[in-house]
């Protein structure tokens, strides 16, 4: 019912910067929060950031937390990942995800829509 299509990822080195985007289509939800997870291969799904959709209100994970920023564009359907600082660590392959009501994050994806993902690679 609500597509997640991801785009802006790529290859860098430690210390640059990349921004991730995510258009939503679709139906979609008056209340529901959007935000950001990774997965490395061979690791389990990690909660990144989000954000809710109303109120724009901020969640990040402690891993990130002063180098990633989470944003929205309303009019666009769109919400944003600046990603700061990079490091090796961070790469993953990046999914969208779009939850309905006010939380998303670790244990909390109940019924999430996802994304088909974009890889971030972080050369040393």
């Known amino acids: 019912q609500v597509q997640l299509v991801e785009s802006g990822g790529g290859l860098v080195q430690a210390g640059g910067s990349l921004r991730l985007s995510c258009a939503a289509s679709?139906?979609?939800?008056?209340?529901?929060?959007m935000g950001w997870f990774r997965q490395a291969p061979g690791k389990e799904r990690e909660f990144v950031a989000a954000?809710?959709?109303?109120?724009?209100?901020?969640y990040y994970a402690d891993s990130v937390k002063g180098r990633f920023t989470i944003s929205r564009d309303n009019a666009k359907n769109t919400v944003y990942l600046q990603m700061n600082s990079l490091k090796p660590e961070d790469t993953a392959f990046y999914y969208c995800?779009?939850?309905?009501?006010?939380?998303?994050?670790?244990?909390?994806?109940?019924?999430?829509?996802w994304g088909q993902g974009t890889q971030v690679t972080v050369s040393s």
């Open positions: 679709g139906r979609t939800f008056s209340s529901y929060v």
């Open positions: 995800a779009a939850r309905s009501g006010s939380y998303l994050g670790t244990g909390q994806v109940e019924n999430a829509y």
């Open positions: 954000i809710r959709w109303s109120g724009g209100s901020t």
